[in-house]
């Protein structure tokens, strides 16, 4: 359930009718629910109630302060991937010693960062990085917290591009491989083992692919304790899915996951990590976009937005389905089959194809679901279009938390060489 909801003819964001942030911040626009952020981490974190589990939102999903902040009010850990992650999750007040690091490529500028914070722990993904981690930590006299992901070769039946748990893909350490880098974790000075993590794919809608997962992590974890491995974390990534499409089969719910979870690691005393991002952001955010044209094509007929691919590129990228509704509620019922695309000049640029819409007349608002998580953090400035502003919500007030780019702040980003000064 999410705060975007009609009241006498008109979509709110909670207290705020979403009319008001078009006329007063203009569109395209994100907006977030601050209510709808904090029932996520509540119902995420009661379907683990009574069990030592931590949440570090997977800050990659939305990394604006003002949401890293409700989250870290509201009690969230963070996982991070990068160092301005790292920095964003520190300025937000979210405490170091409930941030994970996770990646495939960190540099030693990053794990300096990371150590010098004092973070949780490193989710370690190969050899190499194990041995430069090592140094990097003798260098600052410290011993770094690590635990391996584990690839456990398992599909977790998500789209190619956000799977990440087969044996071909880039992540994680190959099952083959693990007990003997435990091994090696041991022999390295500055290193110390505290747990494993795993972490197939993202938007997943079957728990089976994850329970297989976890299951050849807890049998992992019993054999590294009888090798004399102290394994104190169990890191579980993140990737539950979430509703995107009304009227289709829903993912299992949080509390169906807890269970599942509780069942998989049942008697394992171990400290749990979950890395939510999509479940707790997704949901809690909407792209407000605004109608230019009504194009009739010979065989379509074309909604254009200005909105485009470069705002949110899930549907582009990942064929991804976002529904999309009008912010005044059509009285009629009647549905006329529109693509609904945006400005940007690629073919790509459609946000949908053949939907059956109410007719909506341009210079009308329309918004696209679910965008709260991957919709701004991956956005672009393609066909030079400025990035989009974000608005927070919180009950009847709204705030922009980051302001439209300017046609000038972006020029300015370019520099020009002595050889073509006037
Ligand atoms: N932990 C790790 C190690 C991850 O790689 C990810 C996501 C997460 C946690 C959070 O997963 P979530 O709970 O959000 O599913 N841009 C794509 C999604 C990429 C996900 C990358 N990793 C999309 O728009 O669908």
Redesign the pocket.
Known sequence: MDHFQYRGGHLFAEDVPLTDIAEQVGTPVYVYSTATLERHVNVFRDAFEGLDALICY?V??NSNQAVLKTLARAGTGA?VVSLGELRRALAAGIPADKIVF?GVGKTPEEMAAGLDAGILQFNVESAPELEMLNTVAGQRSRTAPVSLRVNPDVDAKTHAK?S?GRSENKFGISWTQVSGLYDRIRDLPHLEAVGVDV?IG??LTALDPLKAAFTKVVSLVRSLRQNGHVIRHIDL????GIPYEPGSAPPPLPSDYGRMVRETLGGLDCRIIL?????IAGNAGILLTKLLYDKHGDERRFYIVDAAMNDLS?PAM?E?YHDIVPVNDPSGTERIPVDIVGPVCESGDTFTRARPMPVVRPGELLAIKSAG??GAV?SGTYNSRPLVPEVLVNGTDFHVIRPRQTLDDLLALDRTPDWLAD
Do not use: C, N, V, W
Not at 237 to 240: D, E, K, M, R, V
Not at 275 to 279: D, H, K, N, S, V
């Open positions: 997977a990659k999903a996982d996770a956000i990440t972490h993202s938007q990534g993140g990737g539950l890395e939510p991002g999509r479940l899930r990942y991804a998580a991957y991956m």
